[in-house]
């Protein structure tokens, strides 16, 4: 990756654009509650307000009085500090998918982020999902934030599995300190 930088910037950028404007739309479109088939009854439209975080977890429910905003905002730009570290300290050649996915976990917190700093009433969360299965009769509602950050986990994960990213180099030696395989017969 020869500009790591300008792919991290344009990642964000595209990811924060879609998820805002997707959610401009449905803001200007559909009220609380109401929901509009997609593509029949397995992908609709519906407009919540997620004051929590993944699957509506918001330690206000437990908690009277909790600052859950205000805690949300600083967890996310804590995270958005953590994988910016992270981006730079990863090896280009070696760690490609994780760099894309740090990039679209990085533009998933900076969407939700914005609805919290934007003051609405809750992260703007629409798409719903209902396969007529569980988990998914309904699965929580989600937006593309959230797509951005499940995608790029997937990719920092399958970047980590055996034999990928840091388990082998460029030219598919070993990585330092561990000795070469042999093929065959004894050295």
Known sequence: MRNRWAALAATVFTGLLSDFVSKMLVLGSLRPG????????AVQLTLVFNQGAIFSLNPG????????????IAVTVVEL????????????TRNRLSLWGLALVAAGAAGNLMDRLLGRPGVVDFIRLDLGF????PWPIFNVADLCITLGVALVLLDSAPGRGASRSP??????????AHI???Q
């Open 184 to 186: 065959g017969g004894s």
């Open 61 to 72: 429910n437990w908690i009277r009085g909790f600052p859950t905003a205000a805690f949300f």
């Open 134 to 137: 569980p988990p998914f009769d």
């Open 81 to 92: 500090i953590a994988v910016v570290w992270f981006y730079a300290r990863m090896d280009a």
């Open 171 to 180: 030219q598919g030696e070993p990585p330092r300190g561990q000795p070469p």
């Open 34 to 41: 109401t929901l509009k088939p997609l593509i029949g009854d």
